[in-house]
């Protein structure tokens, strides 16, 4: 039987969530007699992102290696994300997660596991991972806290207890994210963040890291992995930037899956019986970030001003299958979700009084503004950013559209001191676990400057009260009528729709189960 940890069935049950033990593949024959698991050829997986070139998964937010690390890597749970049950649970390296109390969590954890590398895999690996992973100077800090606001136990080296004491909010947090960082052997972190963690993955999945080569991410079967040995021998991954190059490497049988298809892409391969298309609402939402660290977009009127300019339901023609429609900071799959009644609609003439409000009647006095967004990895990136330029354009802003290929759209990205590139960035989120403060805390929180860079003590006020909540029921509440709406009045980005995850795979991959984040699990079946 699956082993299931069920968000409704936690909000009744109250403290325990005992009961709940032992795990079971979904989809335990894909792996060893699937078509293509008897043809003993490696997997070719085609990547529309790059790498960072630092393996270390606390150092990144970068999606292809989210993905690698999915096959690599061992997570203590994995979380499904489907829209009819954003929280539900499956159990990996954990066996039983019970909260104690208020601010403490028990996690019982699977014996006889390995790490790549020949360690035993133990308590003490999820705490030195926890401990690391909160650490104030991680690139992708992903606790509600830094580690000072941790006291992480192991009565015995299968029992880890978090206490959240010391950091005054509840341990129930980390029952969304046990299923997002994934876990690390003690023995590596001890070296540091410039130590063998930033040259390889070492980790308990089904594959482990073999080499780089240039754009190629080497994977080989495991031996020692705890549901059995891959019967694929390995998988290869391949940053491929032009989704063109993608999608023909797919037809001539070149690559075995690729990822992010273009709409039309997806209604020219429908015919061909040889491949399968997968699509699923994801975890990612597209958002037009604004730089509210500089002006003009440091004022809110200038920032709601660009959002009433621009027509939400033209992107998601433009988008076809590639969108969903959504009117929140975080996805249909996150917990929390809900439509905002006050979420910025489209209204040209309430944009230019806007404008004209904060000093910029028909944009005069504004200066050039630059719209910077990718093309190649995200679908329909040009095509959409040709239209919100052009309509911004129309309400009184100068702006102009930068488009660049992944790698240097990357390298322009994130907040630097003085609010960095341009003044609009098109980025998408993706986060694999339902948790929903990974992407509203990660980026509106003054204590982190990811994107937009936003100082705002009301919205640091609203954060900390939903974070700190009770309960997940008080938490909801708190996300759903108080957080998500000041959002929505501060706008310090536009949630412009919701991904569409579109894969194109060779048939024999139908088994694969394909996460909302794009991560995939060969021991599943969607």
């Known amino acids: 039987m699956n082993s299931m940890l069920d968000r409704r069935r936690f909000l009744q049950g109250g403290a325990a969530l005992a009961g709940m033990a032992g795990f079971a593949q979904i989809n335990p024959d894909f792996l060893v007699s699937s078509a293509f698991a008897q043809s003993a050829k490696p997997m ?11 393996w270390d998964p606390t150092a990144h937010t970068t999606l292809s290696q989210k993905n690698i690390e999915g096959f690599v890597m061992g997570f203590l749970t994995r979380t499904p994300m489907k829209l009819d049950d954003p929280g539900a649970v499956v159990y990996e390296l954990a066996t039983d997660i019970q909260l104690l109390d208020p601010h ?36 992708a800090q992903w606790y509600p806290g830094p580690t000072e606001t ?17 950091g005054g909010y509840p341990a129930h947090l980390f029952i969304f994210l046990a ?7 003690a023995k590596d972190i001890a070296g540091g963040p410039s ?8 980790g308990t999945g089904p594959f482990k890291f073999v080499e780089q080569r240039g754009n190629d991410t080497v994977l080989a079967a495991y031996d020692g992995y705890f549901k059995g040995k891959p019967a694929i021998p390995g998988i290869n991954f391949t940053f491929t930037g032009d989704s063109t190059t993608r999608m023909l490497s797919l037809m001539n049988g070149q690559a075995s899956i690729v990822e992010r298809l273009e709409p039309e892409q997806v209604e020219t391969v429908r015919g061909n019986a040889a491949i399968a298309i997968n699509e699923v609402v994801s975890v990612e939402n597209k958002y037009l970030w604004f730089r509210c660290s500089k002006p003009p977009f440091n004022d809110v009127r200038v920032r709601m001003a660009a959002c009433h300019a621009i027509d939400r339901e033209m992107i998601g023609e433009i988008l076809g299958s590639a969108g969903h429609k959504s009117a929140n900071y975080v996805s249909p799959v996150k917990f929390g979700y809900v439509d905002l009644e006050n979420y910025p609609a489209y209204d040209p003439e309430k944009a230019k009084a806007l404008l004209a409000e904060a000093g910029f009647p028909e944009g005069k006095g504004l200066p050039p503004l630059e719209y910077i967004t990718s093309v190649g990895f995200y679908p329909k990136t040009k095509e959409y950013g040709e239209v919100i330029t052009a309509m911004l354009n129309e309400a009184g802003f100068p702006v102009s559209l930068t488009v660049l290929e992944p790698a240097a759209w990357n390298e322009r990205l994130y907040h630097r ?52 909540a009770p309960t997940l029921e008080e938490r909801k509440t708190v996300l759903q009528t108080e957080t998500m709406p000041l959002l929505a009045s501060k706008v310090p980005a536009l949630s412009l729709f919701t991904s569409v995850m579109i894969h194109a795979m060779q048939k024999e991959f139908q088994g694969l189960y394909i996460y909302p984040d794009g991560s995939m699990d060969a021991s599943r079946k969607a």
């Open 150 to 166: 941790l006291t992480i136990t192991t009565p015995d080296d299968f029992t880890v207890v978090i206490d959240t004491t010391k």
């Open 104 to 139: 403490k969590l028990q996690i019982k954890l699977r014996e006889g596991i390995t790490f790549h590398d020949g360690k035993p895999f133990k308590a003490e690996d999820v705490k030195a991972t926890f401990e690391y992973g909160a650490r104030s100077d991680r690139p």
């Open 179 to 185: 299923s997002f960082l994934p876990i690390m052997s």
């Open 417 to 468: 001191p003085g609010g960095g590139p341009g003044h609009m960035v098109d980025c998408g989120w993706s986060t694999g676990s339902p948790e929903p403060d990974l992407i509203l805390r990660t980026h509106f929180h003054s204590s982190s400057h990811r994107i937009c860079g936003i100082e705002d003590a009301e919205i640091d006020a609203s954060l900390d009260k939903e974070r700190n």
């Open 195 to 202: 130590g063998v963690l930033s040259q390889r993955l070492n």
């Open 44 to 54: 070719v997986f085609l990547s529309a992102e790059n790498i960072t070139g630092n």
